[in-house]
């Protein structure tokens, strides 16, 4: 059973605002500011326990990375693996991603994450898709022209339900991949739920797209 509320996670937030981020809306605009360097600002939206995150901020230091992660108590797995980590380019924000508009400028992020988020199957939950068009408007909005946003996913449903909603959007398809571990790319930082359903042999599907310019 998920463990809803830790109530030492405040203080662990609280003691480690390197990191964690507790007046996010503030920092509309103005995010390069909380980062050691300026550099390209990469947005990871249900950042679960933090192991892409963390793994990427290491593997690219040269990128700014936030995540977001509305759930406290597992956004405390994140902040020990970014610890862990020993990056400084990475802060996380414990916030419902709901409307990012409040959070980010316009043309403030250069490329977006979306990492095996919930599938929501049910037609009747269609809205609560972190790619249905209401969120693509948003991160058409925060995304600067050109910007990309990447989703990773076991779910094939979603995957084929994100395709269409971007193609709607007038998203263009940069790259569509059914089977990611088949490419063997180096670059590629795996996320928790993305070892646990490989290792079980699940395909793990991939696309990244682009707002037009
Ligand atoms: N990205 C991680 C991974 O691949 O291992 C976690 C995947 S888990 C299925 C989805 C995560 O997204 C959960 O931790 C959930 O709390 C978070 N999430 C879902 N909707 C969100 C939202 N609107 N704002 C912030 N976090 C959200």
Same mark, same amino acid.
């Given at each position: 059973?998920?463990?809803?509320n830790k109530?030492w996670?405040?203080d ?5 605002d390197?990191v964690?981020v507790?007046e996010?809306?503030s920092? #509309? =605009?103005?995010?390069?500011?909380i980062?050691?360097?300026?550099? &390209?600002?990469?947005?990871? *939206? @249900?950042s679960? #326990? =933090?192991?892409?995150?963390?793994g990427?901020a290491?593997?690219? &230091?040269?990128?700014n990375? *936030? @995540? ?8 405390v ?5 970014v610890?862990e980590?020993?990056?400084s380019n990475?802060?996380?924000?414990n916030?419902?991603a ?8 316009e043309n403030e992020i250069d490329?977006?994450?979306l990492?095996?988020s ?5 037609t009747?939950h ?5 790619t249905?068009?209401t ?6 909005s925060i995304?600067k022209p ?8 076991d779910n094939?449903?979603l995957?084929?339900?994100?395709l269409s909603s971007f193609s709607k959007?007038?998203m263009v398809?940069e790259?569509v991949?059914?089977d990611?571990?088949?490419l063997e790319?180096?670059?590629?930082v795996?996320t ?5 359903f490989?290792e079980?042999g ?7 797209v682009s707002v037009s310019?």
């Amino acid at each position: 059973m998920r463990i809803r509320n830790k109530p030492w996670a405040d203080d662990f937030f609280e003691e480690n605002d390197d990191v964690v981020v507790s007046e996010p809306f503030s920092y #509309k =605009g103005k995010w390069q500011e909380i980062f050691e360097e300026e550099q &390209p600002l990469h947005l990871e *939206i @249900g950042s679960g #326990k =933090g192991q892409f995150i963390a793994g990427m901020a290491g593997t690219f &230091p040269d990128v700014n990375f *936030i @995540g977001i992660e509305r759930v406290k108590s597992v956004m405390v797995g994140a902040l020990k693996k970014v610890k862990e980590a020993e990056v400084s380019n990475a802060r996380l924000v414990n916030e419902d991603a709901k409307d990012l508009r409040d959070m980010f400028a316009e043309n403030e992020i250069d490329h977006l994450y979306l990492n095996f988020s919930d599938p929501w199957p049910k037609t009747k939950h269609e809205k609560r898709r972190l790619t249905y068009r209401t969120f693509l408007e948003q991160y058409e909005s925060i995304l600067k022209p050109g910007g990309k946003l990447t989703l990773k996913t076991d779910n094939r449903g979603l995957f084929e339900y994100s395709l269409s909603s971007f193609s709607k959007f007038g998203m263009v398809i940069e790259d569509v991949t059914l089977d990611l571990h088949e490419l063997e790319d180096e670059n590629n930082v795996m996320t928790e739920y993305e070892q646990k359903f490989s290792e079980k042999g699940q395909p793990i599907y991939r696309c990244t797209v682009s707002v037009s310019v």
